[in-house]
């Protein structure tokens, strides 16, 4: 494990898939583990060249309570410019070695998103963390920011 | 000839400009706090919004964006997870299978599958607990 100053470099450890799960498409793509409130985990694409984070409209209905709901907002998407409302939602990032981490994401979501489709953007979420990634052996590892 | 008090003092009659000061509403700052975040420009929304909040710092959408685009504060906790090696196998495997639908796979073992994530979700929730839940995955159609 990396030290900085006498500091892991990073706190757990997750598998991730490189391609959409039972999906072969072209290109590889990243999904992590990450689990919504105190739901069951999903997967998530990690999209650190997406400004912002999209959630599942789906998932977000389930989670209830644990959803804050804050502005209205319209993102452009790959699927065209959609109306939503941003929401933070508390996201936990599972670890099957070392620990766990856990933060109020900031996540867009929007009725006309299709199912089944989680991003993980950059601003409100990624960028308030510690990531990187072992593509040989499909490790994701996060931790906390300085 | 005099024309008001923008003329006072003017030998010529000629109004002088008047400076009037702006104001930019709450409503105002809101809409533009809009547009950078559509636009993705992060930074320039983030110090939008302490400007706006310096003038409102009660007002609520304000205090909501400022929420909403604030990095989060991250810390240590939550549920230990296992491997999910063996999930991901199960997928590449049999996935297919269920385009179109939620599956909740642990280990080697599907447990239930469903095109509706809360019905699926209702379903398990019946099921007795197992050390680990399972990874519930959308299966892409396309």
């Not at chain 1, 793509?29 to 998530?44: E, H, N, S, T, W």
């Not at chain 2, 706090?33 to 320039?44: H, S």
């Not at chain 2, 549920?79 to 063996?86: G, S, V």
């Amino acid at each position: 494990m990396l030290r900085l100053p006498g500091e892991p470099f990073t706190q757990g450890r997750s598998k991730f898939s490189d391609h959409s799960p039972g999906f072969r498409e072209l290109t590889a793509k990243v999904y992590i583990q990450v689990q919504f409130g105190l739901d069951r985990p999903l997967l998530a694409q990690l999209d650190t060249g997406a400004a912002w984070s999209v959630l599942d409209p789906t998932v977000a209905r389930r989670l209830g309570s644990s959803v804050e709901w804050l502005n209205p907002a319209v993102m452009g998407t790959r699927l065209g410019t959609m109306s939503g409302r941003l929401a933070q939602v508390p996201v936990t990032f599972p670890a099957d070695e070392g620990e766990p981490l856990t933060m109020l994401g900031t996540f867009f979501v929007s009725e006309h998103w299709p199912t089944g489709l989680t991003f993980l953007g950059y601003s409100g979420l990624l960028d308030a963390m510690r990531f990187a990634l072992d593509p040989q052996a499909n490790n994701f590892y996060f931790g906390l920011p300085w | 000839m005099y024309h008001g008090p923008a003329t006072e003092g003017s030998e010529d009659g000629m109004a002088e400009p008047m400076k009037v000061p702006y104001e930019e509403t709450a409503e105002e700052y809101k809409a533009r706090i809009a547009d950078l975040f559509e636009q993705e420009r992060v930074p320039g929304a983030r110090r939008l919004i302490d400007e706006a909040l310096q003038r409102y710092p009660d007002d609520p959408g304000l205090r909501a964006w400022k929420k909403a685009l604030a990095p989060p504060e991250v810390r240590i906790g939550g549920a230990r997870d296992k491997d999910r090696t063996p999930e991901f196998h199960w997928l590449d495997a049999h996935g297919f299978q269920y385009k179109g639908q939620w599956v909740a796979v642990l280990g080697d073992r599907l447990l239930g599958h469903s095109p509706d994530y809360g019905k699926l979700n209702a379903y398990l929730d019946e099921l007795p607990a197992e050390e680990f839940p399972p990874l519930v995955v959308y299966i892409q159609d396309r």
